[in-house]
């Protein structure tokens, strides 16, 4: 029996791409944008180095060069003027999202705009739901959230972005029966060509740090472990996305990507819809923190670790690193 020399297919540079099983497409990245009020805004995030926030004005010339770079797909987050506890700017027409999405929509034609669905930015105590004053929960140290008074909300949310202009709306609360409330609501009034990106499995996860900084987000007491998944269940994770997909989810999402490897693989086993890896802001900032001032090192990690998402079955990521895998890409 020869050796079987699987190096034969690792010899050149050229052999290796034309055998490499898995690639990384510039089409393949979704760039998130935070936008805020004002004009002529660019606050930097100090957490996330190369990432801003941006007035409406600055997000469409910054959307000018996204487009040039060749990525095809946005999601937006909104940072409000004021935030109160029944999350108004989130729904308002005049909200800082609603205003820029209609801009972009009136300037740039063919981007597809996925903008996040969820209060946590918009209320002062950060938290995805509304918060239940309930006997039953004082004095007790459970925070209740009260899951389907939310939903109200976050219907009319998913409503005021749709008819901003929005082709997905992406509901990241983790509340049940959210998709199927914003469902039905897009539809019943008119949305029917307004597709849902559920973030389906989204952990309750120690990586969202630099994005809470971003939004201001962070929860004022308590944490988010009433309603984001527990990190140790993989089975729930599947049972989170056959409930979104049974309610109408058009794309499933995991969240964050990097340290979920195991439930993306599963869900493109067992599910035929299109999945997206969300990788966050923790996944980003910890790159950039071991690779400062290597801008060839970084490179590496980040098409090691995006690539790994793409393998373990992801047909899309949401990544801050969009607008520099496309450069290097080129
Ligand atoms: C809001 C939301 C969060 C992220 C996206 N949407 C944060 C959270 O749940 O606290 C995190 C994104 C990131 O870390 O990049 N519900």
């Known amino acids: 029996m020869p050796v079987v020399r699987l190096r034969r297919l690792r010899r050149n540079p050229q052999i290796r791409n034309l055998v490499a099983e898995t690639r990384l497409r510039t089409e393949d990245m979704i760039l998130p944008c935070f936008v805020i009020g004002g004009e002529g805004r660019r606050e930097p995030i100090l957490s996330m180095p190369g990432i801003y926030r941006l007035s409406a004005d600055n997000l469409l010339k910054e959307l000018g060069e996204v487009k040039a770079l060749g990525i095809k797909a ?21 909200g800082v999202v609603q205003k820029a999405i209609r801009r972009i929509r009136k300037e740039i034609k063919d981007i597809v705009i996925i903008s996040d669905v969820c209060i946590c930015s918009y209320t002062p105590h950060g938290h995805c739901g509304v918060i239940k004053k309930s006997k039953l929960y004082s004095g007790t140290r459970d925070l209740y959230i009260d899951n389907d008074k939310t939903l109200e909300i976050l219907a009319k949310v998913a409503v005021s972005h749709a008819a901003a202009g929005v082709d997905f709306v992406a509901p990241s ?6 998709v199927l409330e914003i469902r039905n609501t897009l539809d019943r009034r008119g949305f029917l060509d307004v597709g849902i990106v559920a973030y389906s499995a989204k952990f309750a996860s120690n990586f969202y740090g630099p994005f809470r900084d971003a939004l201001n987000s962070a929860p004022q007491f308590g944490d988010r472990k ?9 089975d729930e994770a599947l049972r989170e996305m056959k409930q979104d997909i049974n309610e109408g989810a058009d794309i499933v999402m995991v969240k964050p990507a990097l340290a979920y490897l195991d439930i993306i693989y599963r869900a493109k086993e067992k599910f035929n819809i299109p999945i997206v890896a969300y990788n966050v802001s923790g996944e980003y900032s910890m790159i950039k923190k071991i690779s400062v001032g290597n801008k060839a090192k970084e ?19 949401v990544t801050y690193f969009g607008k520099e895998v496309a450069r290097w890409l080129r």
């Open 74 to 94: 946005i999601l937006v987050f909104g940072i409000p003027e004021k935030k109160d506890n029944a999350a108004s700017e989130a729904y308002s027409d005049n």
């Open 173 to 178: 609360a983790m509340m049940d029966g959210q």
């Open 226 to 234: 009433s309603y984001q998944m527990d990190f140790r269940n993989s």
């Open 299 to 317: 490179k590496e990690l980040v098409f090691e670790i995006l690539t790994s998402m793409k393998r373990a079955g992801a047909d899309f990521i």
